[in-house]
């Protein structure tokens, strides 16, 4: 059963903006802190964002100012609001979900962001 579904991602050009959206099921998004991770090619997969079941956020610096994470409890979804977006964002974004031990985390499909220059 899929827990995490991802959507929002695409191609903008350098400047733009994206919103990405997580939605979870209710249980699992219930118990977590969610995040948003990305992995460009060749690299390691990094933390971007994250938010805590009691809503405290914090970001990797790269990102401060920019980007947004934020959560919509009655839709069981978060959203990683992403501005003024450059070229070395361009990567696979990933919703988790991190439930308490011994709960698993879940992971979303990833989903592609492209900036160009």
């Known amino acids: 059963q899929v827990q995490l579904v991802e959507s929002g991602g695409g191609l903008v050009q350098a400047g733009g903006s994206l919103r990405l959206s997580c939605a979870a099921s209710?249980?699992?998004?219930?118990?977590?802190?969610m995040g948003w991770y990305r992995q460009a090619p060749g690299n390691q997969r990094e933390l971007v964002a994250w938010?805590?079941?009691?809503?405290?956020?914090n970001y990797v610096d790269s990102v401060k100012g920019r980007f947004t994470i934020s959560k919509d409890n009655a839709k069981n979804t978060v959203y990683l609001q992403m501005n003024n977006l450059k070229p070395e964002d361009t990567a696979v974004y990933y919703c988790?979900?991190?439930?308490?031990?011994?709960?698993?985390?879940?992971w979303g499909q990833g989903i592609q962001v492209t900036v160009s220059s």
């Open positions: 209710r249980t699992v998004f219930s118990m977590s802190d």
């Open positions: 988790n979900a991190d439930q308490p031990s011994p709960l698993p985390d879940y």
């Open positions: 938010i805590t079941r009691g809503g405290n956020t």
